[in-house]
């Protein structure tokens, strides 16, 4: 049998794309091209096309790819974890047609490749992850708000039932891996990988350093009200330059300095971002204590249907898929599925 050497990795987001792309990029054994700006295309066109979704996909369904996989002795990996997930931080009211966008992506690429790798984590963590980093780009809304507002990117991006039907409809195999396993052992996770996709891991010459795109849990808070403050200033530049109240008497405002509002709003998107991730702990209780706010997160609790979303398209997929030998992550995941349910409120 002929061994695979075509490999497309398509995410989940927030599941350690950033180190698997780097792993193969400095490696001597792959040759890897990221597909980021191709999937940030596809999120452009949609929201352009937003009024007629179902005749943009018709026309790019027929659009012929810029480029696929090339003539190499090396194993080739197109990477991007754009082609399952989209739409965790911004345009929530286009969270209605992940499904078109993955099914559109699956359709282009899918006849391209031997093997499909998705590395999933655990569905919790994953919703909290995704919260951080919509607050890494800027955003403010509290958790609750956040799991209200994005309700449906979360079901979408993370029903896993849906994603794989997409993509096994092509003679390529589905490989599902779980982040946890290269967080607890990488040689098990290396081992599985080379198992199930029938392919060497990526080796180097060169010493490697693994990169990521880590969730600061303990910062959270602290960032969700950095940012509000930081959204409040912009707000009151952009809407309230006609007139200043000074002393209780209404008096004709001051334009704002040019660069005033671009800089609260890079602040807020880049700013605070940058100064979380580099935070000390003696640094963190003394914001604390300023912003008054509880150090430690609060459980997250999720309504009920998103609850039996996950256990019916993520949790008992997964206990469904035979190839999905670990257990013991399963378990986890559905223990955190579990505690997360939070009771209807009335």
Excluded at 6 to 31: C, E
Excluded at 39 to 67: C, H, M, W
Excluded at 175 to 191: A, D, G, R
Excluded at 244 to 253: A, F, I, Q, Y
Aim: charged letters at 25%; glycine letters at 4%.
């Amino acid at each position: 049998m002929k061994k695979p050497k075509k490999l497309i990795h398509i995410g989940l987001a927030k599941s350690m794309s950033s180190t698997l792309q780097m792993l193969w990029t400095d490696s001597d054994n792959y040759v890897e091209k990221n597909l980021k700006e191709i999937t940030d295309k596809t999120d452009s066109f949609f929201n352009e096309y937003r009024n007629d979704i179902d005749g943009l996909v018709a026309q790019l369904e027929g659009t012929p790819l810029p480029f696929g996989f090339e003539a190499n002795d090396k194993l080739q990996v197109l990477s991007g974890e754009g082609l399952a997930s989209s739409w965790l931080c911004h345009s929530p009211e286009l969270s209605e047609h992940i499904p078109k966008r993955q099914k559109l992506l699956a359709t282009m690429f899918g006849p391209l490749a031997d093997k499909i790798l998705i590395v999933i984590r655990n569905p919790i963590d994953w919703i909290r992850s995704a919260y951080s980093q919509s607050l890494k780009e800027g955003g403010s809304l509290g958790p609750d708000k956040y799991i209200s507002d994005f309700r449906v990117s979360i079901e979408k991006n993370l029903d896993l039932r849906a994603l794989v039907t997409y993509w096994e409809q092509f003679e390529a195999e589905v490989v599902i891996l779980p982040m946890e396993l290269f967080k607890e052992n990488e040689e098990s996770f290396w081992i599985a990988y080379e198992r199930m996709l029938k392919m060497s891991r990526p080796e180097s010459s060169r010493s490697q350093k693994v990169v990521a795109n880590p969730s600061f849990y303990e910062t959270l808070e602290i960032h969700q009200s950095i940012n509000k403050i930081l959204s409040i200033l912009e707000t009151a530049c952009v809407e309230n330059e006609e007139y200043l109240v000074v002393d209780g008497v209404k008096m004709r405002n001051i334009p704002v300095v040019d660069g005033v509002i671009e800089g609260l709003k890079s602040a807020r998107e880049w700013g605070s971002r940058s100064a979380m991730e580099r935070l000390k702990s003696d640094q963190i209780l003394e914001l604390t204590e300023l912003l008054s706010r509880t150090k430690e997160p609060g459980r997250l609790e999720l309504p009920t249907e998103l609850t039996e979303h996950l256990q019916k398209n993520f949790i008992d997929y997964l206990g469904e898929t035979a190839s999905f030998a670990f257990g013991q992550i399963l378990e986890k995941y559905q223990q955190s599925v579990i505690s997360s349910y939070c009771e209807p409120k009335y």
